[in-house]
């Protein structure tokens, strides 16, 4: 079980190491090797995403990745930007398949600054494909050109997706709403969109070949609304990149903390890159006050999608709703009356009850 570890920039070294100390502590052996990804490789390399991290990813089982980017890096030019690493990971690896669910700890209910009613009980997995969309359409760029009489400068991206790339993705998505609740719905913008059309259709067609599943549809500018109205009538979610980026920051809100979200981004053969759903928090960065959990599990999510450790997934998933109801937080999901803790003792506390 060979892991690549990306601590990369802000929070990230922090809360990886926690993730990291974790999987030492089961009863597994891992292989595991750190490399530079995002703002640091930039530093170090020149590059976001370097030749000898390449090898190591693509050698790699699994990668357990913290996060990149930071305001340091916002004025270098795009191939040097921290972002450009993360998605050229992603692309050479051919993670197309981002699993990003949205699950209300009981103990966290008050976090979330929707009514705990709305809230309560919430499930949600947003499945997002993640090498496609205006991520990396072509052509793009930003360049000057003769439009409306004007000399101007004029900025582009395009959108598309194939048949095949859709019909990937939505398989991913109705495949996991079978172990669930088995509703699926799909999230385009058809009526404006031609691109979007072709994602409904094929929607359809794959939706054909799970009878036992319900196959909805909702248009992204509805679906957000419906996020924030009633997020409980959601299942499993389905959506392209841009709108699924968007729309899982959006439901990682609803948890309260984004803190907590962890992600897997798997390629065909369940090689995956695991995330905390949020990003660097530069702001506090350094000061050890970081919440590690949406990182540990991610290392849980690791446990079950590459490795077949679904037991060993769900001890570390239990031990982070145990800490949970010990009392223990960090600064992002304090409330008065519990133990605030910094990043290292939500470590402790979880190897504690591992
Ligand atoms: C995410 C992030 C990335 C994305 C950025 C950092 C490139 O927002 O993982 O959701 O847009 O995919
Ligand atoms: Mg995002």
Known sequence: MKICVLPGDGIGPEITAEAVR???ALDLKFEMEEALLG??????TGNPYPEATQKLAQAADAVLLGAVGGPKWDSYPREQRPERGLLGIRKQLGLFANLRPAILYPELANASTLKPEVVAGLDILIVRELTGDIYFGQPRGIEMRDVDGKHQRFGFNTMHYTESEIRRILRVAFDAAKKRNKRV???DKMNVLECTQLWRDVAIEVGAEYPDVELSHMLVDNAAMQLVKNPKQFDVMVTGNMFGDILSDEASMLTGSIGMLPSASLDENNKGLY??????????AGKGVANPLATILSAAMMLRYTFNQ???AQRIEGAVKKVLAQGFRTGDIYESGMKRVGTREMGDAVLAVL
């Open 310 to 312: 679904e037991a060993v």
């Open 275 to 284: 995330e905390p759903s949020h990003g660097s928090a530069p702001d506090i």
């Open 39 to 44: 703002g640091c490789a930039v530093d170090a």
């Open 22 to 24: 974790v999987l030492n």
């Open 185 to 187: 719905c799909s999230v």
